[in-house]
């Protein structure tokens, strides 16, 4: 029976805010390089499956923060696989810090997609991923799906080389640093999040002019949409 | 006898480009990170002079790479202190490969400043790192003057919260970054980084907006001002 992976990092000192703490964006930086480590050492990582001309993406995400992380603590992400279907996988994080608690968790569902048309694969066939999962449910409820928002602050953005990094793929967590970003600092500084919902609908590329939208609310919610009014991405973000 | 200290990393998956290689920048960051562990490791890092409402600030760095590290390399970095003086420290590094060959070299400049006021002080009877001279000489040329420059192309920025750390500081590297964003795909694409000298002149901080500008020549210069065309950065790139 598999038992999922543990993987140790430490904070790097240029991940901290202001507070002296952890952002929360590089926290699930760190869960997602976790879920790939795995993917990685289980033989269905991105580099196995670029060999088919394959690669997973993100389609939504949930996360929840008992505490940030502090500059140079070192942590552990655990994560499994506790789902596979003809569609895609659910996996699963689970982020341990130094006194031994539990200060985050999270459930991402990934599908395949053919790299060159970038459409969606059915995983039958192309990715055996099925020996890897565990009998254990997600830590916390599966990510919901965003409604429309109807923003009341909006960030111009162009998506430059830096945002970009393998197969001129945007990393997943650079649309959290653009809605974080686009917040009034104030806003950033008398927070701390509690959950984030991402739903990930088409992706972003280089060069691309993004709107950036921010509707205030009991929730925050955020829609990037590019120069054509398509929407990219949509997050609701639970503050504590 | 000082030796200096050596620290190891592994390539995260997110700081890789579309060619699969760490980008220079993160490969900077890395040194820069082990810098900030050494000096914390010796008792005179940044929240030591914190207690004493100092910090380190970087005056001027060069560096010079010989091949881009790759996506989960393992590699170290070497840093050691060659020279304090009244108004600061010069601190040298040596990254190796997996290969156990040297990928870069850097030399760095520092000065330690007063938090609150934001000027330069002696560190004579503020901060002793004296002890941690090694006898050894920087292994490149020291971080040349960059003079003014005529840009070709400007790009604007607001300096954003992602792009600060601890004490509302922008991370030294993030000038980097702003200014390899600035240039086109294309000449990001075609060239290999052999060595770049970078001088800080003035903090950037947040909500700022600024002007990076770019001159083509044998070398790439740039130049970054803030709205009353102060310059806060200046450097120079030399590509293979």
Same mark, same amino acid.
């Given at each position: ?25 590089? #926290? ?29 993406? #993100? ?10 992380? &502090? ?44 790299? %060159? ?5 059915? #995983? ?44 001129? &793929? ?31 609908? &088409?992706?972003?590329? &280089?060069?691309?002019? #993004? ?6 609310? %009991? ?22």
């Amino acid at each position: 029976m598999a038992q999922g992976g543990v993987y140790d990092y430490t904070v790097s000192q240029y991940v901290v805010d202001f507070s002296g703490e952890a952002t929360w964006t590089s #926290l699930l930086n760190y869960i997602l390089e976790a879920a790939g480590d795995d993917a990685d050492r289980n033989g269905f990582g991105v580099t196995d499956l670029n060999a088919g001309n394959c690669s997973w993406v #993100l389609r939504r995400m949930a996360a929840e923060i008992t505490r940030r992380l &502090h500059r140079s603590e070192e942590f552990s992400v655990r994560t499994w696989v506790s789902e596979v279907n003809r569609t895609g996988t659910v996996r699963n994080m689970t982020v341990t810090g130094s006194d031994g608690c539990v200060v985050a968790q999270a459930v991402t569902q990934w599908a395949v997609i053919d790299v %060159e048309r970038r459409v969606a694969l059915d #995983l039958r066939g192309r990715v055996d991923c099925s020996y890897a999962i565990v009998d254990e449910p997600s830590p916390i409820a599966m990510p919901a799906r965003v409604g429309i928002v109807e923003p009341t602050r909006i960030r111009e953005y162009e998506v430059v080389y830096s945002d970009t990094d393998f197969n001129n &793929h945007v990393n997943a967590i650079r649309y959290m640093v653009w809605m974080v970003d686009t917040l009034p600092m104030e806003y950033v500084a008398g927070r701390q999040l509690r959950r984030i919902d991402v739903n990930f609908l &088409h992706e972003a590329v &280089h060069g691309q002019r #993004l709107s950036i939208g921010f509707e205030a609310g %009991e929730k925050s919610l955020f829609a990037i949409d590019d120069e054509n009014g398509t929407t990219l991405c949509r997050a609701a973000l639970e503050w504590k």
